[in-house]
T-cell receptor, first 106, second 115 residues
Framework: QKEVEQNSGPLSVPEGAIASLNCTYS??????FFWYRQYSGKSPELIMF????GDKEDGRFTAQLNKASQYVSLLIRDSQPSDSATYLC??????FGTGTRLQVFP | EAGVAQSPRYKIIEKRQSVAFWCNPI?????LYWYQQILGQGPKLLIQ????????DSQLPKDRFSAERLKGVDSTLKIQPAKLEDSAVYLC?????????????FGQGTRLTVV
């Protein structure tokens, strides 16, 4: 099975900082990518999806896709303690990475 | 709009017993997914249905796991016999079409404990 890889973390950032979450994928045929957020004990919920090279912004979130490098990232600006969760990257077949746990401390 | 419904929410069984999980997707969603999520890991895709046909079941342990989606709506996932390592949350998700550019919505999951 084609893989989607993430650093499991935890990634700890102070409140107000930028959190940078990264994901690499092995299937060059993948056309689009999804970022899901999963709070502890809850189900994943979609934050953003991206299918074009470059950046896509939505509020405090920016997704970046580089198909040549097979790399996807999610930037969270002005991080809040409520952003503390596990962030899951998935390809267009909904194959998920292991997730990166983000901790935002006050 | 009603979300993805799963039942039961929790299940505790002894190893070698059998168990079944049920999923009712969002109305009109053609694609249905079953995932296994072990604590601390990302969701692992077990099987994907498009209507009542199987798109991908390459990661389904077919010696003990089975799934069906009769009439292209509800789906059941069965484990027989269960092993200790099957302890996990089983998530069902649905989307309008395949995942390429459509959002998948997840149910609350069924937490299975095998003792």
């Amino acid at each position: 099975q084609k893989e989607v890889e993430q650093n499991s973390g935890p990634l700890s950032v102070p409140e107000g900082a930028i959190a940078s979450l990264n994901c690499t994928y092995s299937d060059r045929g993948s056309q689009s990518f999804f970022w899901y957020r999963q709070y502890s004990g809850k189900s994943p919920e979609l934050i953003m999806f991206i299918y074009s090279n470059g950046d896509k912004e939505d509020g405090r979130f920016t997704a970046q896709l580089n198909k040549a490098s097979q790399y996807v990232s999610l930037l969270i600006r002005d991080s809040q303690p409520s952003d503390s969760a596990t962030y899951l990257c998935a390809d267009d077949k909904l194959i998920f990475g292991t997730g990166t746990r983000l901790q935002v401390f006050p | 709009e009603a979300g993805v419904a799963q039942s039961p929410r929790y299940k505790i069984i002894e190893k070698r017993q059998s168990v079944a999980f049920w999923c009712n997707p969002i109305s009109g969603h053609a694609t249905l997914y079953w995932y296994q999520q072990i604590l601390g890991q990302g969701p692992k895709l077990l099987i994907q249905f498009q209507n009542n046909g199987v798109v991908d079941d390459s990661q389904l342990p077919k010696d003990r796991f089975s799934a069906e989606r009769l009439k292209g709506v509800d789906s059941t996932l069965k484990i027989q016999p269960a092993k200790l390592e099957d302890s996990a949350v089983y998530l069902c998700a649905s989307s309008l079409m395949g995942a390429a550019n459509t959002e998948a919505f997840f149910g609350q999951g069924t937490r299975l404990t095998v003792v």
